[in-house]
Each structure stands twice: as C-alpha cells, then as structure tokens.
C-alpha cells in the first residue's frame, strides 16, 4: 500500500475525478457531482472553478426542467475545444477519427488498407486524413493527445508493436513512425485494438459498471481486452489476453503465430472459411457472405458455422472458469459468430463452465459498435489529461 | 478514479503503509521508513508513535553495525503480542497455525483429514487445535483474526465453499461453522488455497515484487492463484483462477467437475496415477511412488510423468499467452511434477507460447513451501489490521 498523498496531489486527484466523471457521464449538475464524488458543495465550485479556467468543462443552466426552485448549474466537458486524436489499424482499413472530450466522435475518415502495408507504409495515411481534419478544428481548440489500436501485440512501454499475425507486423514502431508524420513531439500511446476497445466498453459501452469483463475481438485472428477487479488486464510486457493463441486442439491447424492448434485457427477468419469450403476467400466480406449462405440455409456454410459457435463456446469456458467474469463481450467478427451461433455457444458454455463461474456471466455484443476501437484509442490519449488535468493543454 | 481523501484517511493509510512496511519487511530503521514511503522524518515519528501506543510496533536499538555516529532507531513489528489464527483445510490433512505480525509461524498443528470429512466434522478438530495453541499464548497478546484456505471455489462476499470437487464440498460454510465452534464473533475470512498461496509468495516469497504472477497449485485437482498488475485476480465471484478447468483434450477423461477433458485430468493425481498404471491409489504419497519409480527408471512411471509434464507445460504455455505473467510457481503436487519433469515442460512451453509472452518468463518453486497456505490464510486474516490498524487490536 502506497503512504497518502500530498495536499497537492490531493488536488490534483480531485481535479481528475470531476473531469473523469463529466468525461465519462457527459453534463452533470453540481449537486449531482458533490453526490457522486462524495465531496462537499465549496469544494466542488473550487473544483469546477479550476476546470473552467483551464478551458476543460464549462457552466451553465440546465435544460428546463419544468420543476420549482433555482435549479444547480449544469458542469459540461468542453467537448468541440479538447480533443484527441485516434487512429484505428486494422487488417482490412485504416480509420482515423477526432474525438472530443466526453468521448463523442467529431470527425472522421476511413481507407482501404492493402494487406501487407508496413507502419511506414501506413503512417502518412493517417497523417494525411488528420491533417484533412485539422482544416475543420474551430480556432483555440487543443489536441490533449493521439491513441492508436492495432491489431497485434504491443509492448506496454514504448508501443512497438512486436507481432501483428494477421498485419505481418513485426517490431514495427508505428508510434514514432507517425510522430514523425505528424511532426509531434507529444507521446503517441499504442495499444492492442482488444484491448482499448474493452477500455472503451468499460469506460462508456455496455461494459460501464463492471469490474470483471472478458471482451473478444476477432478479425483474422482473435484477441481479447481484459477488465479484472476494474482495470485492464495488460501483463508484464503488455501482451496479455493473447486468448486467440490458447491451444485448444494437440496438433490441430497451423496457426500464423507458427504453433498449431490455436483457438484462432478453429474460430477466426482461416478456420471460418475453411470449413465452409471457401480457402481462396478472405477478409470481413467473405466471412459475411458464409453467415449470410448458412442463413439462406447452404448446408455446407451452416455447418462451418455450427462448427465454430462450438469451438467459440469451448473457448469462452475455458475463459469463464479462468475470469470468473460477469460480462463476455463479442467483437468484430466474434460478434457476427455469436450472433450466427448462439446456441452452440451457449450449448457449449453450458456443459464446459463451472456452474459458480457461469452464474452471473452476461453474454453480450458492444453497445460501440466498431467504434470502440476508436473511442478507445481517443481514452488512451486522453489518459494523461484526466490522471492530472492541469498539467495539459 | 475516486477523489482525493479525506485528512484522517491519509493518517489512516500511512499508519497502515508503515505497519505492512514492517510486517513484509521485518525491523526497519527509521531512516529507511523515511526512504521507503516517501514521507519525512517527523511524520514517520508520529506515525510509528500512533504504532507503539497501540501495541503494534516497538522501537529500540538497532542490532551493532560497528559503524560510527548515532544509529537510526528501528521499528519492529509485535510478532509475538500481535498474531492471527491460520487454517489450512486440505485433501489430505488439517493445519492450523498461529502466525505472528511479520509473518512468522509461531505455533502449529497437523492432523490428517479423512477423505468426505464435511465442513461440520472439521470445524471442530480445527477449533481443537487452535484452544491447545491458545494456551501457550502470552499474557496481552491480541488475535487480530482468522483465516481459511480451502481447497475449493470460495464465494468472496461470505466465504461459502460453494463446490469442492477434491474434497467433496458443495456450499459448506466452514467460517461460520468454525466460528461457532471457536466461540469468535470476529469475521473469519476464507480464501481458496491456491489464492491465498499466490498472495503469501507474492508478499514476502519467491514472487515478491513481481506484478504478474501464476502461482499453480495441485493435489487431487488444480487451481491458480493469480497476480494482475499487482492485485490478486478474483473474478466476478471469487471464483477466478479454476485453470484446472480448462479443457485442453475435446471428450477427454472425465472430470470430478462433472465436463470432460479438463487440464486436472491429465496433470492431477488421478491422471498420473491412471498413466502409471496405478488406478487403485491415492494420494500424496502414492504420486512421490510414481516420481521416485520413475526416477529409479521404471518405464512406465517414466513415461506417465514425461506425458503429465507435456501437459502441464502445454497449459501453462496457454496461461503464459493468455496472462504474459513474469513468474509461474509450482506449488503442491506441481512442485513435485516441475521438477519431474523440468524438460519437457520448457520444451512445451516454447513451442505453445508467443515469444513476446514468454521472453521474461521465470519458472520457479514456491519459497515459503508447503507453509504457503498457512501464511497466506494468515494474511488474509491481517489485511483488515493493515488497512487501518487503530481500528483494530
């Protein structure tokens, strides 16, 4: 247990707790906040009174309420002035997104991304679209900071992303590469696309309020962002929740990782379109067109699908006696299989799981849909502002 | 982020940062305290001032260093006026101990535990033990509580054995029936052992200073205690942790658990004994038979532990990807198996798990050995003291 803090630090934590909370729960009364923060009404105006000067939040009246009495001014972040900026790299596209703070996507823009484009390759395109961005940031806005996710494993301290499978990304420093793009100095922070949208999920998606959440996310391969007692799950160099790799097969299919049996091979892109007969297709399409012909009832394609819920639940056990988790979280393509398969998945999960572990697990698709990338990268960049809001901007 | 604290919670959280200072470390110097928690020589003063006036610490000379000037006093804990009573409820036997402040094993008992014995028949030889020990205790000295580990699922909220498929325990309440045995008003808290393990060697044995941690314990079944960025990983219910569940053969052996092909039934007593070819046995002493068979070069023996370390380090190679911990301890029957079967667990291991997961992993053997359990339980009867040790005593 760490000594207390300093009468300074104590400030400082107060200052972070009331942005965090307007961050995350958008405009809030002032008698809402003394409540929610458990502090008193002089110390929040002394509070609020800071976070205005500084250009974060801004006071005003409530909308109307309809009710009596002199209502308590309404504490809002300064959502289209304090922005960050959030990259998404994905197997099949780049996105790039201004975020504000309060989480609520300003701008956007999305390409293509040819599969086997190096960080190099791949930092001016998204330099470029922010920079097409930038000429639309109203006068006296600031950027707090730039968060990416990408598909692969990403070393904690310095965001190098040591192995992407399915990018073919390996020790590429996509950080500094797109620093140098962007010409900034500021940190750029990198994390795993799991692992941020589960941030994300967790801060302001269907995960809001729950301390123990598996959130699965499958493109190619399969990872999963970890929420355990209320904070991400990272590990000692950051790679943890490498779920995709768990071995679920003894010398079962090659997997990209180089080992065979891996949980991705049965339940991931390969292992999808393989068993439904489709080994020259790939990418999100071809995934879709197998769900689509298992609906229309291509036996071959319901099959592949059956198969895979199966092999989907087998692994969500495994993960529900591991975590004990309240809520499992089905992203990118591991939506789609949930959706399509539900009750192998629940079959499965049924015969598998502890009944202790399974008894309070929620079973659910995110509420931020494939924005949680990106709002989740926007977090990571916000992170510094909120852990000490007058030391940015 | 919660807000900053109030001034008599930071009194509250130094007097309580100082304590677990002494209790991990043992006799501090003052100077050192200063040093360790970052706070100045006069608050470290009045705070180990509040300690001696509640009995918990003493202060004196340190022991002769031979070096000139006038030493730092040094602060102790009250090892022998302050203890609590630690349990230990295994497949085997019953322990019970009486641990001091500062983590030393003061007095124990051991008796063996007939297989099927219930929480109801053990209460009362466990509260036995612990009224032989109470009459050697000291004048003065002041149990601060009590702690359980069991083998099993432990609820976290009440400590309720909800399912102990090695010891046969469905929703035994062992802490209110020892409470009632021992007459104790006092919250017993109950841990499962390979938790309560994992957090005595994180505190003060092999893990210490290590953030990311799996302690595996084995004896009939397997469990994990878990270590996530420096807190022990729960889950939801306080189930987290049942990696002897998870599935690594699709319709394997069956399970006590009632699924089939869990890890437990390949490396755990009854899979071992089953490959040795010794179906009829049990226990302990019957898996160090197959060890030593096997270490005197009888070939089936041999080629049982060579097929159960295989599996163990196929396992751990899942753990390894799915948490990246910087340490695995082998405890229990592991301990025995990992040094069986050292090899080819590493060779597992490093066709299984990512490279970046596995570039800092070490391998290890628990430093507080079979006291692990005791100590832990002791521990978790002690976090209450340390998180605000006015309160009690």
New interface residues.
Partial sequence: ?????SQD???R??L???L?HVHVHGATSRAELTTA???NRSTIGALTADLVSAGLVSEGAPKETGRAGRPSLVVRPESTRIYAYAYSIEVDRLRAARVGLGGAVLDRREMARPRGLTATEAAPLLAGAAKEMQQAVPAGAVCVGTGVAVCG?V?RDDGLV??GPTTGWVDEPIGPALGAELGLDAPITVGNVADVAAFAEHARGVAAGC??VVYLYGDVGVG?GII??G?????????????G??????DGQPCE?G?RGCWETEIGEHGLLRNAGRCDARGRDALLAVFDAANRGDARANAAVRQAGDWLG?GV???V??????MVIFGGTMRDLYLAAAAQIRSRLN??A????L??VRLRTPKLGDDAALIGAAELAFERL??DPLDVG
Wanted: aromatic fraction near 4%; glycine fraction near 14%; charged fraction near 20%.
């Fill in positions: 247990m760490r000594p207390g803090p630090e104590i400030r934590q107060n972070g707790a009331l965090r923060l458990g502090l494993m070393r040591r192995l301390d123990n999963a355990a007692g904070r991400r799950l990272t590990g000692h160099g950051g790679y943890g929740g490498e779920v790799h768990m071995k679920v097969v003894r990782c080992a087998f056990a495994n993960l006696n591991i975590f004990n988790p309240e015969a598998n502890l009944p202790a572990c008894e309070h909120l852990a």
